[in-house]
């Protein structure tokens, strides 16, 4: 079956964002190949001038439109990645662009949209009604619409990515793509099968965004809901990506919430860089699926790192808690004077850092001579965390484990 682009095309694309865009380093990662039981190297795409590889594709893109398209102006729709290319690359070629945005984007992502010097419209809970937004000032005003991922030149953008990576590491065994409408799968896919037709391509979508999963099985999984990687939230593939990704793609994994957690803490703790959730989903599929990819030379891509640092400082502590390294425990007794200076003696003798205490003595749940005393305490990990419950438990205080864990 023919496909909406080929080999030359992504050739002639690459050669169009010479020196327009980043060559982003292609590194291997030790520490990530430890985690992973794989030997795992990853194309920073988070060092592109926007934060990610959307540059490639909206650049190729822009460069195609005729001068009296220029004139009009562009128009595109996008959670926030594609959103941030288009304005910073049609600022630097004096093209006006308004983008609409779904009203849940990161407010990160629309501010930085709004300084590269873009109109931004905040339209809709999704990227679906954000489209039907474009398309009516793409109607009104004339505008030229630049699609974030159903788009031949969009995709042969995006495909210089692969070039790049197997001219830096030929020996690969396969690739590990995040996916969510197609283009930055579609592009790879075409040049790294050109390059090396036996390279192993696989696609990772969000557990709740499993929209290619059901395109090509022909599945009815439900799709939608609150996501950490909603670079990757699309709910219709692209007509144009869809008969490549069906095949070329070995398979396609599905990787949920907490995967993607451990991802963007993974890439911030071993890696030691910034991943937002659609940029780490080729690691989190990784981390999930370790019988996949054992004992393989894998190339990772990490497409995007722009997250909010509340988010990710949130990701990291929910991270800890995971592996038992914070934990949070109640403890209701009797008040009396010390008390507090007690137990911090006991944990202190006990190595463990605290971070946090509050007293409760106004709960009715609480005797009118008690207190309820709650504890966030750092740990070195489970088998610590298990020591400093039995040292309380042994001194008479029977803590109760809260927080992430429980309701209450």
């Known amino acids: 079956m023919s496909h909406a682009i080929g080999i030359d095309d992504v050739v002639a694309a690459r050669a169009i964002i010479a020196d327009q865009v980043q060559r982003t380093p292609m590194l291997p990662s030790p520490r990530l190949s430890a ?42 729709m996008s959670a926030g990645n594609h959103a941030q290319a288009v304005a910073y690359h049609a600022a630097r070629l004096g093209i006006d662009a308004t983008i609409v945005m779904p009203e849940t984007t990161p407010l990160v992502k629309v501010e930085n949209t709004r300084g590269f010097g873009a109109t931004v419209v905040l339209h809709g809970a999704t990227l679906y009604e954000s489209a ?41 065994d396969c690739l590990v793509i995040p996916i969510g409408g197609g283009g930055l799968f579609a592009g790879m896919a075409v040049a790294a099968k050109a390059v090396r037709p036996d390279i192993a391509l696989y696609g990772v979508e969000a557990a709740l965004y499993p929209s290619f999963v059901n395109a090509i099985d022909g599945g009815d999984r439900p799709v939608g809901g609150p996501t950490l990687a909603e670079g990757i939230a ?21 990787v949920d919430e907490t995967a993607i957690e451990d991802g963007v803490n993974a890439y911030a703790t071993l890696a030691r860089t910034m991943a937002e959730g659609a940029g780490a989903a080729g690691l989190a599929a990784m981390l999930a699926y370790p019988d996949r990819f ?47 200076g007690v137990i911090a003696s006991l944990l ?10 509050s007293h409760g003595r106004l709960f009715l749940d609480v005797p009118a001579k008690g207190v309820s005393l709650d504890v966030t305490v750092e740990t070195r990990g489970a088998d610590h965390t298990a020591e400093v419950f039995a040292a309380l438990e042994a001194g008479g205080y029977a803590p109760r484990r809260i927080g992430w864990r429980s309701a209450t």
Do not use: W
């Open 35 to 76: 985690a992973t039981g794989a030997e795992v190297f990853v194309k920073y795409e988070n060092m592109q001038t926007t934060g990610s590889f959307k540059e490639r594709g909206a650049l190729v893109r822009l460069s195609k439109l005729r001068e009296d398209e220029r004139r009009r102006g562009v128009v595109t």
């Open 132 to 172: 039907e937004r474009a398309a009516e000032l793409v109607a009104a005003e004339g505008r030229t619409l630049v699609h974030p991922y159903d788009d031949a030149h969009v995709m042969a953008g995006q495909g210089s990515v692969a070039l790049e990576m197997l001219e830096e590491t030929p020996d690969l």
């Open 234 to 254: 699309v709910k219709t593939v692209g007509r144009l990506t869809l008969p490549i990704v069906r095949d070329h793609a070995r398979e396609i994994l599905l």
């Open 348 to 357: 202190g003798s006990l190595g463990a850092n605290i971070l946090e205490v």
């Open 294 to 340: 054992a004992g393989r030379r894998v190339g990772l891509v990490l497409c995007g790192g722009n997250i909010d640092a509340r988010l990710l400082a949130s990701i990291m502590i929910r991270s800890l808690e995971r592996q038992d390294r914070i934990a949070h425990l109640r403890i209701t007794t009797a008040d009396r004077p010390g008390l507090l």
